[in-house]
């Protein structure tokens, strides 16, 4: 109800003459009223802050430079002019919408493709005649030009009325090419246009229409190209043990999972390597779930942990732990919650609330994240940091606090060369500490106190005790009462005006920032400092009151640390530079183990974060704690969990499609809501929404019990050598509805280390069989979601079809016996009613193509297949690529 009364306040309040109040009309009382709801309104204006911040902080410094039609350099500008074109081309950018991105999954098949490709030929580097309407449409643009003509019309003292026409840019004609290919990213396109005017503009109709199918059918994942970079420097092998630690909502998950997903060799019959996705908070977790879905693998293991205290999983010997052992990931992926103004292109709302604060507020938690990130990688893997921001305090910071604190461990990996086409700057080795002396609240109730409505109404209250005294005053006593009441009054109305802060009133929302000169420091600071921002040049500098706030690791290196970081590795992505969002990105190889000292370091500095104290912030004061004590190893920090009661459980649900998971997103803040276990149990621990839904992680996978899984073996034939029961689990409180497939690596390295005792376990491996609704001989049936996993082992009902006789069992979801040719119809008439598994001649064991239709035989002479629309149409685009 009240969602439905908000929208209908807003419908009200879109006329431009509808009053604020019974009195004047906002148009009249603001002329700026109404632009402020537009959000294209507010990028077209800016943020004076931001500008000035990363002005100040030298990103501009650096120029593109092409030295063949192919590449190009990053060369320094050499003067102001250079300076500020280069600003110019990073604000055209970032104000200009981002174009959408996609790729074919690397676990398609080579022929498949191929097709693929051929289809896409027809759009890519084709000119295409469209119309574009902006924003807001032609009732706005007609309300545009009937106000410019009046405006016209005022000054050029005319008299007769105007019509409003239709303006005559209300649909802009553009000639672009739609898709083109992305160099630096394996089989991936960009279309220069936004995901509003895909949808819209009927010129796409067609490619649209195909993007959503081959999307819905796990073939094409639509993520920003620039969230495709971490992957791909990460490098992961089909054997490796992979750790995606802010996993949600997935794209980059999804596009690690499709090389672990890969066979390792021609006679592999699962994934040997395995990922495990997780995320802090259970509902974006559970959009994993959906996001991984479309690629179907068993090799995936999504979790919900808080990040920071993501358990060090450890080898047990003679029924004892060992504590003294490296990380079991061979790559792990640290995409940390972030200020995200990276994405300004695609979060127009970022441009009004940026603060620099935010990035301080960030820095303990992303350091923590990439601590325990460097502990769980095991030596001779990578681990990858990376962010959505272009804040050096979020970035490099972060970066040269963990190889600081490692003391050799870790170093930074150049993989730019590796990438043809990425244009990147170098990270940065020295960079400003700048922060706002007042916060963001501080500022707004400094900005309320001092409008013009506040001061009226403190001129109103002086003259109503004006009044007040003046009535009751009496004799010489009263009037010296009167004097200083008075006094006083006029002394409120003109502090007032006084104390109005000077930054809030030159910086508004509408102040556009424009230097004088780019080169100038010295004007580059008093235009940061008109701005609110002061600028601490060590520790030592910043106030006791902001030094919980403002870290010690905040700050650059020594120029002996800076030689030794290389800190230039480093990948800065701008916005301007591939038509992109803006991207950080950091390989670093963990080249030694973590010794007893450095051991000790990492748990002081989680210890440190996770208080948000600044005592023992810096590895300097980690020294002072035990770090040289003796060399006895520090206590392994376990997950943090809370305990729960049975009313406060919880129930998360939701059917999420593909096109809410945008990346990062992707634009975590984190202000995530956060869950806590304890036997099973979720607790809400913050957030609004009591939506009740169905529950998550609320129970342990266990090995199916033999007496389930005895009569299945002698139904469907499971005495393949390579066949094994162990790999079959169900859920603890499930009743035994699924058996889900679980593959061995998952089993020994994962589920046998006891991982499910220390975090909460969303969901693992697939369907195998499914619990029957109608009568069999047995209780469960063949289930489409991992059918490609058991159809290689059944020895019983299961047949191979030819090409006419497979796409005839896809044809209705009920067809006859007599319509398949007669030695197929033969085999089918032969199986008792129940669940069967039909496979494409040829490609019997390949669980890679999947061409494998689960059926149900009817009593009648009649078969039904048991798989989804979905599926259907990614069989027929794989039957087309072979065909």
Request: proline residues 4%; positive net charge.
């Amino acid at each position: 109800m009240g969602r439905n009364w908000s929208r209908k306040r807003k419908k009200n309040n879109t006329d431009d003459n509808k009053p604020r109040n019974g009195n004047v009309s906002s148009k009249e009382s603001n002329p700026d009223w109404g632009k402020e709801r537009d959000p294209r309104s507010l990028v077209q204006i800016g943020n004076f802050k931001m500008e000035a911040y990363y002005a100040y902080q030298g990103i501009h410094d650096f120029r593109l430079e092409m030295t063949t039609t192919v590449t190009s350099s990053v060369v320094e500008c050499f003067n102001a002019m250079e300076k500020e074109t280069e600003r110019q081309r990073w604000l055209t950018s970032m104000k200009s919408i981002l174009p959408i991105s996609f790729r074919i999954g690397n676990d398609v098949d080579p022929s498949l493709r191929e097709r693929l490709e051929l289809e896409l030929e027809e759009f890519v580097g084709k000119k295409m005649r469209i119309e574009v309407e902006p924003k807001g449409g032609n009732r706005r643009l007609q309300r545009e030009q009937q106000n410019k003509e009046q405006e016209e019309e005022k000054e050029d003292n005319k008299d007769e009325g105007v019509e409003a026409k239709l303006s005559p840019l209300a649909k802009e004609v553009q000639f672009i090419a739609p898709a083109r290919k992305l160099p630096f990213i394996p089989h991936a396109y960009q279309v220069n246009i936004d995901k509003q005017t895909l949808r819209r503009n009927i010129a796409f109709k067609p490619f649209h229409d195909w993007l959503k199918i081959q999307t819905a059918a796990g073939f094409v994942t639509r993520q920003e190209a620039v969230s495709m970079v971490p992957p791909v420097v990460l490098d992961p092998k089909p054997h490796h043990v992979v750790l995606d630690m802010c996993a949600a909502p997935g794209s980059k998950t999804s596009q690690l999972l499709e090389i672990v997903n890969l066979p390792s060799d021609k006679d592999c019959r699962e994934p040997i390597g395995c990922i495990v996705a997780n995320d802090s908070d259970v509902k974006r977790a559970y959009m994993l779930v959906h996001q991984m879905r479309r690629i179907n693998s068993p090799a995936v293991f999504i979790t919900s942990c808080d990040a920071r205290f993501f358990p060090l999983l450890r080898d047990k010997e003679n029924g004892t732990t060992i504590d003294f052992q490296e990380g079991i990931f061979d790559r792990v992926l640290c995409d940390v919650p972030c200020s995200g103004d990276g994405t300004l292109r695609k979060n127009p709302g970022i441009w009004k609330n940026w603060n620099c604060l935010n990035g301080y507020a960030l820095h303990p938690l992303q350091l923590a994240i990439a601590l325990r990130g460097a502990q769980s990688t095991n030596v001779g893997g990578y681990l990858c940091y990376s962010t959505c921001s272009m804040n050096p305090i979020e970035n490099e910071a972060v970066v040269a606090e963990l190889i600081r604190a490692s003391e050799g461990s870790l170093e930074l990996v150049d993989r730019k060369l590796e990438m043809t086409g990425l244009i990147t700057r170098p990270g940065m080795n020295r960079w400003k500490n700048l922060s706002e002396t007042k916060s963001s609240r501080e500022n707004k109730n400094i900005k309320k106190k001092n409008n013009a409505k506040m001061i009226a109404r403190r001129e109103e209250w002086a003259i109503k005790n004006k009044k007040e005294t003046e009535e009751k005053a009496c004799g010489t006593e009263a009037s010296n009462m009167t004097q200083n009441t008075l006094t006083e009054s006029e002394d409120i109305a003109k502090d007032a005006e006084t104390t109005e802060v000077e930054p809030t009133k030159e910086v508004s929302i509408r102040t556009k920032y424009q230097p004088n000169a780019m080169d100038d420091k010295e004007e580059l600071k008093k235009l940061v400092e008109s701005a609110g921002m002061v600028e601490f040049s060590s520790y030592e500098d910043v106030p006791d009151q902001m030094r919980q706030r403002i870290r010690p690791s905040c700050f650059p290196p020594s120029p002996e640390e800076i030689s030794k970081f290389n800190l230039k590795y480093c990948m800065r992505i701008l916005p301007q530079d591939m038509d992109t969002g803006g991207f950080f990105v950091a390989l670093l190889k963990k080249v030694a183990p973590l010794n007893a000292r450095t051991r000790r370091r990492f748990e002081a500095l989680q210890k440190d974060l996770d208080k948000k104290s600044v005592v023992t912030g810096t590895i300097a004061n980690a020294n002072k704690i035990d770090v040289d004590k003796d060399d006895s190893e520090p206590i392994i920090k376990k997950a943090k969990h809370e305990d729960v009661s049975v009313e406060e459980v919880i129930e998360v649900k939701g059917k999420i499609g593909d096109n809410k998971l945008d990346d990062r997103t992707n634009n975590r803040n984190g202000n995530e809501n956060t869950m806590s276990l304890t036997d099973g149990l979720l607790k809400k621990t913050s957030g609004k929404d009591d939506r009740k839904c169905t529950m998550i992680g609320k129970d342990k996978f266990l090995t199916v019990p033999d007496h389930i899984f005895e009569p299945l073996k002698e139904f469907y034939g499971l005495d393949d050598d390579h066949f094994e029961v162990g790999q079959y689990y169900v859920r603890a409180g499930g009743d035994s509805k699924v058996l889900y497939f679980i593959t061995n690596t998952i089993k020994k390295h994962l589920i046998g280390k006891g991982i499910q005792e220390k975090v909460i376990v969303i969901n693992t491996g697939l369907k195998g069989f499914v619990r029957n609704n109608k009568d069999c001989e047995v209780r469960y049936r063949v289930a489409q979601e991992g059918v490609h996993f058991v159809a290689p082992h059944m020895t019983k009902r299961k047949f191979s079809a030819n090409l006419k006789d497979f796409e005839m069992c896809l044809s209705a979801p009920t067809v006859q016996i007599k319509d398949f040719s007669d030695a197929f119809a033969a085999k089918i008439r032969e199986v008792t009613m129940g669940s069967f598994v039909v496979m494409l001649e040829g490609f019997e064991n390949d669980y890679i193509k999947k061409f494998v239709i689960c059926c149900w035989k009817c009593r009648g002479e009649a078969i039904n297949y048991l798989v989804t629309q979905t599926e259907i149409d990614g069989i027929r685009s794989k039957i087309r690529s072979i065909a």
